[in-house]
């Protein structure tokens, strides 16, 4: 499996599906994302996110109900693949590895 | 509260479609937030950056199609393959658009060739541009008149004084026949005697031979079809030959013929000014030569001349060089251009009023109305069955068709109409285009190879086929396949039918306006040709005369033609009676007003002159052998006598070049020039120079035959050394009318064909509507409506729309006939029959066309109609 593929943004929305699931679709996650990180997130970054995800095999979507302030328009919901949850924790892992080799002297210097 | 429309807008129309849905819902769902967030003015703004930032290849890429696509090839065949069965299953539909379409095509394509032709008349000259003829205006008693003919000395005058200007400067004699001759062959031909420049200006395409040929004094240059008829295919160059059997030439090259549809075409040879000159006496001779206008002058001009500063600079060429008596005239010398000498060639106090250039107008005009008139029919007939078609587009989308895929097969079923109809249009042209060179007097060919005939021709195929077939091409084909197919009737809407309308309207406006046309053309030609004209055509013969061994032997002549027996009258003339070639200004008389200049024809006689031609005397005698006195006598026509102001003419003097004449009599007006125009003041005199022509008035009792048979025998006794060549005056006379009898003949062909194609609409129309009611007529004729009342009900409409065209013709026509009535002197009345009987006449035949289907829907049974359901 190449981990290359996955880019940092993909990352971060990949988990922010995993996270809100099964509630999770554009709007939501960008609001999510605008709350935790305090950028601006726009919807179509979202959006091309997702679909290069589901692209790849990590997301499945389906069209959820609608609503009034949607204008009637159904939304899609996404939910991580059995693969996609694979990467996000292969990634998780090599993050804590790392993370777990930091000198504790360090981790104190910068906080 | 909604987010901003035009984001919205503009998002739709770049988004793919599948994504449209979520996108919209996400963005529409985020505004809501952010309006409760931030307020409605900042959440207005960030949607429009949230829109913006969905453009991208991701968004925008449209998903492909679920469906197969096949190859192009295979859907054209499909859609042609329709399109045949569609034309072959209405075979009279199909019929009625393609000949009507086809017909009125091949008149468009006939008038555009006509048109091509008058167009690019002279064209055949390379200096086509610079080249004029030096022409002048005359005041005369007022009226500026416009003469052809100049002075000999002008050339030479405009030669040194204006040289600056002119490449070249070309003196001539008016062209005229003459017989050439080598050894005992002779032909009558028509040529001109030019200075040798001539060949240069005019671009002749030598085939033998230089142009530099007329700079020899004793050269002729030939025409490349007489060289051949008079040497067959030897090499005629430095052979002899003689004109008019007194001047020798030597033949030193031959020329391309002119085409048809240049000024000089009729002329065959040139010779040598000089040659004229030193062979002419009276020119030679003659004590003033700045009086006879008899010359021709044609101008080059330089490079950067134009034409309007060097005629305003040679304007008093002549009148500087004048003696007083001639200056009277005030003679305005002016450069006519060669491209206005076929189409410009009338003027009238001066100004140029244009000439053939009308006829091009007219006829073009024509040529677009017709040919609209038939599109127009194309578009009704095809729109009107295309609402019989709102099934086959049902089932077709239900089955899977996309839109676009029908409207290539709408317009592909157009377009193949309308090049059938080109097709057959070719056809037509080649079939007709004999006849058409004979009544327009015309060489016009097809010009298959010139690309921009075909561009011409399929750029029109192709737009009328676009613009009939847009119809249903995007309207129908924007249906919804459930509504039609539940059967919903379609909802036109009354305002539906009106554009169908106005084109019968506009139709037959055209078509009546044409009618009433023709007939006031036909009408003036008959008014004119009524004229009481003076004199007695039936069988007066003119024989032209050349050289002069008749008239050394005119009694002996005389003598034997009487002999014969076919002959009752012989004459000798200046000029036939169907023309005027010599005029004079040399004239004075009692009270003479010392301001008028005066321009009167005269004709030189000999006796009988009168007895021959059969002209009335309404006042005095003949001339007669018995009165020696007789040959300083004239006879004047009674305009004359009015022009003049004389009392008691009879026994008058007047002079001519300081001589005294006595009147002798005075004869009803006789029609001489046109006979549109008012009979001028005309002098004959008895002359004893040798006439150009002999008249002959036959015996009507022998057949003309044999009396020219006969009389043919006398001249060429008497005058071997010319062709025997004959004119009957009638004939001559009728050729006067030549051409408004061309266009009476040609407006009446576009007439008929213009109600021609408006009735073959029609009668499609009438037979679409009698059709798409049949339901509605069973009902009627189940509840007791009779034949009669049926009858009305369908043929009402029509007629309602063809009473609108003749009240919208009647004006139009009526402005535009008296202004064309107003050119001639002498013209007929409108009168309002013609636009009673115009409009009865179109009223009958729609009534004929409508009525046929009319009734046939009107008889049909009624169970037959109400059981298809």
Redesign the interface.
Known sequence: MRRSDLGEFEEVVLLAVAALSPKA???MI??ELERETGNSV????V??AL??LEQKGYLTSQ?GE??A???G????LFTVTALGGRVLSDVRAVRNRLWDRIIPNIRLEWS | MSPPRLADRFLTWFCAPHLREEVLGDLHERYVLRVQQLGEARARRRYWRDVLAYVHPEFIRRKPSQFPSPTTTTMLRNYLKIAFRTLAKHKGYSAINIVGLSVGMAVALLIGLWLWDELSFDQYHTHYNRIAQVKQHLVNNGEVQTWNTTPYPLAEELRQHYGSDFKHVVLGREEGDHILSVGNEKFTQRGMYFEPQITDMLSLKMVKGSRNGLKEPGSILLAESVAKAFFGDADPINKLMKIDNRMAVKVTGVYEDLPRNTTFHEITFMAPWSLYYNNTEWVRNTPDPWRPNAFVIFAQLNESADFETVSAKIKDAKLNRISSELARKKPAIFLHPMSQWHLYSEFKNGVNVGGKIQYVWLFGIIGGFVLLLACINFMNLSTARSEKRAKEVGIRKAVGSVRTQLIYQFFLESLLVVFFSLILALFWVQLLLPAFNHVADKEVRVLWSNPIFWSACLGFSLLTGLVAGSYPAFYLSSFQPVKILKGARLQAGRWATVPRKMLVVVQFTVSVTLIVGTIIVFRQIQFAQNRPIGYDTNGLVVVPTISADVHNHVDAVKRELLQTGTVLNVAEAATPPTEVWNSSSAFDWKDKDPTLSVDFPVVGASYDYGKTIGWKLAEGRDFSRDFLTDSSAVILNEAAVKFMGLRNPVGETIRWYDQPYKVIGVVNDVVINSPYEQVKPTIFHLSTEPGSTILLKLNPHSSAGDALERIETVFKKFNPSQPFDYTFVDEEFARKFGNEQRIGTLASFFAVLAIFISCLGLFGLASFIAEQRTKEIGVRKVLGASVTSLWRLLSVDFIVLVIISCVIATPVAYYFLEEWLQKFTYHTSISWWVFAASSLGALAITLLTVSFQAIKAALMNPVKSLRSE
């Open positions: 679709y554009s709007v960008a609001e726009s919807t179509g970054a959006h091309a679909q290069r069209l609608a609503t302030e949607r204008g328009r159904r939304k899609r």
